[in-house]
């Protein structure tokens, strides 16, 4: 399984973004897909989750109210939409992939890691 995650870049303070993340190869050994991140010289970190089948979605505390997680099936595709975007959201952010059945937020439930695309939230 190959993650391209894209949609990052550069954006005023309460601005949005979209991330996408295209999965392909053997897509029919995934299920939960999640979205991580990781800032300069911080362990990374939980953004959101979700399940195949959208039913089951868990997200940060930090981004609950901003950032919306959801996925098309048919394109093989998660997306996070970031709304209203603080500098503390300026990070490298990662997609991955997971067989199970549930969103998960812990970096152990997911085999499969997109290269990163970058956010910047200038202060």
């Known amino acids: 399984v190959q993650l391209q995650a894209s949609g990052g870049g550069a954006v005023q303070a309460g601005g949005s973004l979209r991330l996408s993340c295209a999965a392909s190869?053997?897509?029919?050994?995934?299920?939960?897909m999640g979205w991580f991140r990781q800032a300069p010289g911080k362990e990374r970190e939980f953004v959101s989750a979700?399940?195949?089948?959208?039913?089951?979605?868990l997200s940060a505390e930090s981004v609950k109210g901003r950032f919306t997680i959801s996925r098309d099936n048919a394109k093989n595709t998660v997306y996070l939409q970031m709304n209203m975007l603080k500098p503390e959201d300026t990070a490298v952010y990662y997609c991955?992939?997971?067989?199970?059945?549930?969103?998960?937020?812990?970096?152990?439930?997911?085999?499969?890691w997109g290269q990163g695309t970058q956010v910047t939230v200038p202060a």
């Open positions: 190869g053997n897509i029919f050994s995934i299920n939960n």
């Open positions: 991955a992939a997971g067989p199970y059945n549930w969103a998960t937020s812990t970096r152990g439930s997911y085999n499969y």
């Open positions: 979700i399940s195949r089948s959208g039913g089951s979605i």
